[in-house]
């Protein structure tokens, strides 16, 4: 590769890492002209480039167009040509946040791309937390309507957006059976990538609902609740609008409840009774020898 071409590699890295709406990547012998790789939504962020044998290259960078960081692949020949089309190839739906601290791209031996960078899921590609106030409604087999924080969503057959147990997601959003990922921005657009475009497509929006009295909702088990004059009318609206919590893709709401902690209070307690039952024992043997000898 020519030191040429590689000072434009250089300041191919500065253009992408600069601007957020569009990354560019400057690799005319123009270094007025821009040869834009990635554009959209959001902001193209962290950009890192590794070189090529045959003088081409690798561009990578986290996107955010979606609400949520996604990882993007490109790949420029020589020329400058996008091989992989604009925008990239889709690496990652849902890599961590702080994924963006750090990570690493380079060209292996053949010439191949490898990526290294931090990407913690809980396995479900539905998978959602909610962060703040706010309840996932359900639509219950008897036609009621009921609530959840259980996250733990799936596809089921038909497509539908379900809970665990099978129950559908307000509003029933379906998911195209060619979608090759899912993204759920925290605001709750819910957005599905296909192998033959470039451009995620918005396909729903999920709503969450609050109470003026959560604690008053009735509970019915496997983690629904229903409204109750206790719980107040049930509010709907957009995550992160109107004091309602956001939504995190690619994690669950944790038990309040620490197991070791718990553990360890019912051994103490288990010891303290054998004590006190001990204690007791002695006591009454004391007692009934006192009473022999009288």
């Known amino acids: 590769m020519s030191r040429h071409v590689q000072s434009t590699i250089a300041a191919s890295v500065v253009a992408l890492a600069a601007f957020a709406g569009t990354a560019s990547g400057q690799w005319s012998g123009n270094p007025a002209a821009n040869l834009a790789i990635g554009s959209g939504p959001g902001g193209q962020e962290t950009a890192k480039i590794a070189s090529r044998p045959d003088g081409g290259c690798y561009v990578g960078w986290f996107d955010s167009g979606t609400g949520a960081y996604t990882m993007r692949l490109s790949r420029l020949d020589a020329a400058g040509n996008e091989m992989w089309g604009h925008n990239g190839i889709l690496i990652s739906n849902k890599p961590q946040m702080t994924s963006l601290v750090d990570w690493d ?176 024992t002695a006591a009454d043997q004391m007692l009934a020898a006192t009473t022999q000898v009288r």
């Open 105 to 280: 791209l380079i060209v292996d031996d053949t010439g191949s791309a490898v990526l290294a960078f931090c990407d913690l899921r809980t396995g479900g590609d539905l998978d959602v937390a909610i962060d703040g106030n706010g309840y996932i409604e359900v639509q219950m087999p008897t036609g009621q309507t009921g609530y959840t924080r259980d996250g733990a969503l799936k596809r089921s057959a038909e497509g539908l957006i379900v809970t665990s147990d099978g129950y559908p997601v307000a509003p029933g959003i379906t998911i195209p059976s060619d979608a090759r990922g899912l993204t759920i921005s925290p605001s709750g657009e819910v957005w599905a990538d296909f192998a033959d475009r470039v451009d995620p497509e918005l396909i729903g929006q999920l709503t969450i609902s609050s109470f003026p009295n959560e604690k008053g909702l009735e509970e019915i088990g496997s983690n629904l609740f229903l409204e109750s004059p206790a719980s107040g009318a049930a509010f709907s609206g957009t995550p992160g609008e109107e004091g309602l919590g956001t939504l995190r893709h690619g994690y669950l709401e944790g038990s309040t409840v620490d197991a070791v902690r718990e553990v360890t209070e019912l051994i103490k307690a288990q010891r303290g009774y054998e004590l006190n039952a001990k204690v007791i």
